[in-house]
């Protein structure tokens, strides 16, 4: 589970907007490739234009959701989701304390963000007119990290819905909330600045 909020976007004219993703670990292996990364499941955001252009282009499984601006209660984060203000999914952080960007837990080894374009044909249900996976690589060498810090604990939920509070949304909400989590391995805020236009996605095969 992952919220980011994006501040002063070149290609929005200094504005921004925020995300938030769910994603797993997983291998893909196809006839040439075999990758290892991270399978999104879902992406919310908060704008439609990042939500057009990375569905359309990129193929990422992005939706729209309320994103207000993380809560901060003394060394406690809190992450909110909703939809027409009915609220489907929060995080907190607790027991924040800084560290240095080397101090950060080492990183799972991941060779990126795995994802399934796919674009329905029209008038023809359940026929794609495109699908198939692909790979964002995980270098990043723009990001720089200005800020650091690291939980104790982290608690993730999601609230099971109604289709009447959430009529899009509720399958993949209450989906998601019908797994069982396990215990919190690591948790950071990090604050950051830099990064790509996602131009080094690749089709794999």
Not at 19 to 29: K, L, M
Not at 108 to 127: D, F, Q, R, V
Not at 151 to 171: D, I, K, Y
Request: aromatic share 8%; proline share 6%.
């Amino acid at each position: 589970m992952n919220f980011t909020y994006c501040k002063n976007i070149e290609w929005l004219a200094g504005r921004g907007y925020n995300t938030f993703g769910v994603s797993v670990p997983a291998t893909y292996e196809g006839k040439i490739d075999t990758v290892h990364g991270d399978f999104l499941f879902v992406l919310w955001e908060n704008m439609a234009d990042p939500i057009i252009t990375g569905r359309e282009e990129l193929g990422l499984s992005k939706v729209y959701c309320e994103l207000p601006e993380p809560q901060f209660i003394d060394n406690d984060v809190i992450c909110r989701a909703s939809w027409d203000g009915c609220q489907f999914a929060s995080l907190q952080l607790s027991n924040l304390r800084a560290v240095s960007p080397e101090e950060l837990p080492e990183p799972a080894s991941s060779e990126g963000s795995l994802h399934y374009k796919y674009i329905p044909k029209t008038s023809a249900p359940g026929i794609a007119d495109v699908e198939y996976p692909t790979l964002i690589p995980a270098d990043t060498p723009n990001a720089k990290i200005d800020l650091a810090k690291q939980a104790e604990n982290a608690n993730a939920h999601f609230r099971q819905s109604s289709w009447e509070e959430l009529p899009t949304l509720v399958h993949i909400v209450n989906a998601l909330a019908d797994l069982t989590l396990g215990e919190c391995v690591e948790a950071t805020l990090i604050k950051s600045h830099g990064g790509k236009d996602l131009s080094d996605q690749l089709i794999l095969d």
